[in-house]
């Protein structure tokens, strides 16, 4: 006798979707379960130990506890499936089917225990508070500022398709034990749950390591331990696990201001640290720097398997070496071209972004700006770019020269991003750039019908800007000669906005002096 449960899914922490579910059946064999996707469970009856009814408030689950002490959970059942299930474990099986009361009362202290070697369960008076598998803790955390507390962090959903509330983090304070001695409790629970979730870093599937690597973002060092699937930042203090899945794009950029050389990565999910998301992790290296490292795997395998791009030892520049490897796991290509060249062999612009000085990277087909925030704006995207701050200005009897000019970017979604304080001297080669590009330049010859040559405006000893970084905002804005319309302003003579302002200034004043000596004698 075969019996039948439709719509029944894995219980995993992921949004479910009607591809998820699929047949649930038990037989005198065992139980199987397959859905549209082809992912299928095969148990057969001498692999199965017991099992758990566990209803809930619009759903109800039964949990199966293997010979193995692991245990698979599967949802979707409705009550009253419940009678039907009880009945065909006990003919077909002769199994009992035993009910887990859930703790309703909101207590949020009780026990935590391992249950076989998948799940964790928290409960309180022999009910079950709530249970979570080990296999969707992404990290487990000690918190540097408390002696007691562990946070454990649940790895993204794989779907999004509903606006369902997921869980991400629980936070546990255990208490210290009597044994002052002896390693504290919350350290014995980190150390279980770590080996337990698969995310020791000493498991014998590692493929090879990157010691002591320098992050940007976040700004840590990490002790980088590569596996098949997935990459592990190992710090001080917190610990990531990355699927190869997770890494949308791969960077390798030159800096411009030190002598180094940095690897961006974006990813999607991102990785949290606490309350704070990183949707890109920078990895930042000295340039001509080397290493090597050594790949556990064979030399055949290596070559099937990520088509010739690993070998058994690989060695070469430092940032080299951690691309190529993240290359061949992730299979992203590494965005490595830098088209632009201001002609002193600098591939990126030195500039602010609101408050936070950083480098704009005009690459093939993006600009990338970092690091604080990191910025990528296809050109795709972009429906203008405008310049300001760009020609000399009049104050006075004095002919002010500007050392840096701005650049805003403008989308098609409608957001702006300026780009302040880039050196004046790179003006010419990213206006070339930008017209090889076919980049929409609305103002740059609105009023002068040719490009600005630096070159004629000379150098100014007594400029009012000297710094190539000023803050944004700086007393270089005052010298802005846009028009409000973004477009530039001629300086020519008497059709110049400022020497129209002046006489009109004048004779309102001369108006204010006539009213005041006319006031005492209407009194």
Request: aromatic residues 8%.
């Amino acid at each position: 006798m075969v019996v039948t449960f439709d719509d029944v899914y894995e219980k995993k922490n992921m949004v479910q979707t009607q591809k998820d579910k699929g047949p649930f059946r038990v037989s005198s064999d065992g139980v199987t379960w397959k859905n549209q996707k082809d992912e299928n469970v095969n148990i057969s009856k001498d692999n199965l130990s017991g099992a758990e009814w566990t209803q809930g408030h619009s759903t109800c689950e039964v949990k199966l506890i293997l010979s193995n002490n692991d245990t698979k959970i599967f949802g979707g059942f409705s009550k009253e499936d419940k009678d039907n299930l009880i009945k065909a474990f006990d003919q077909s099986l002769n199994i009992e089917v035993k009910k887990k009361d859930i703790s309703v009362l909101g207590r949020n202290w009780g026990n935590l225990a391992f249950e076989g070697k998948s799940s964790l369960k928290f409960d309180s008076d022999g009910k079950t508070i709530f249970d979570v598998q080990l296999e969707d803790i992404s990290q487990a955390v000690l918190q540097p500022k408390s002696k007691n507390e562990l946070v454990i962090e649940m790895n993204n959903p794989n779907s999004s398709v509903f606006e369902d509330e997921d869980l991400t983090e629980i936070r546990f304070w255990v208490p210290t034990g009597q044994d002052d001695t002896a390693e504290p409790p919350v350290k014995k629970l980190h150390t279980q749950i770590v080996k337990r979730a698969g995310i020791d870093t000493t498991v014998s599937a590692k493929l090879l390591a990157f010691p002591n690597l320098n992050f940007l973002l976040p700004k840590l060092r990490f002790d980088v331990d590569v596996f098949p699937s997935f990459f592990r930042l190992h710090g001080t203090s917190y610990d990531y696990k990355i699927k190869f899945s997770s890494i949308v794009q791969l960077y390798k950029l030159p800096r411009v201001d030190t002598p180094h050389d940095v690897l961006l990565i974006s990813l999607n999910p991102p990785v949290r640290q606490g309350g704070t998301t990183h949707p890109f992790l920078i990895i930042t290296f000295q340039r001509g720097s080397e290493m090597e490292v050594a790949v556990k795997m064979e030399e055949k395998e290596l070559t099937e398997k990520y088509k010739g791009q690993l070998s058994t030892r690989m060695q070469g520049d430092s940032v080299d070496v951690v691309a190529v490897v993240l290359k061949a796991l992730s299979d992203k290509k590494i965005i490595s071209s830098t088209p632009y060249n201001n002609g002193k062999n600098e591939h990126a612009l030195r500039c602010a972004f609101k408050q936070n000085e950083g480098q704009l990277f005009p690459l093939e087909k993006r600009f990338v700006f970092l690091y604080k925030p990191v910025l990528i704006i296809e050109y795709q995207e972009i429906s203008s770019v405008e310049f300001s701050r760009v020609q000399s200005s009049v104050a006075g009897n004095r002919n002010i020269t500007t050392n840096n000019f701005d650049l805003v970017v403008s989308t098609s979604q409608g957001t702006n991003y300026n780009f302040n304080n880039i050196p004046r001297s790179d003006f010419d080669s990213l206006l070339e750039f930008l017209k090889a590009k076919k980049l929409n330049v609305r103002n740059i010859a609105s009023q002068t019908g040719k490009s600005i040559d630096f070159t004629e405006l000379g150098e100014d000893e007594d400029s009012e800007d000297d710094d190539d970084f000023a803050p944004p905002g700086s007393s270089g804005d005052e010298h802005d000669l846009s028009d409000g319309s973004g477009s530039l302003v001629s300086e020519n003579g008497s059709d110049s906005p400022q020497t129209k302002a002046k006489p009109k200034r004048k004779a309102e004043d001369d108006a204010d002096q006539k009213k005041k000596k006319r006031k005492p004698n209407s009194e």
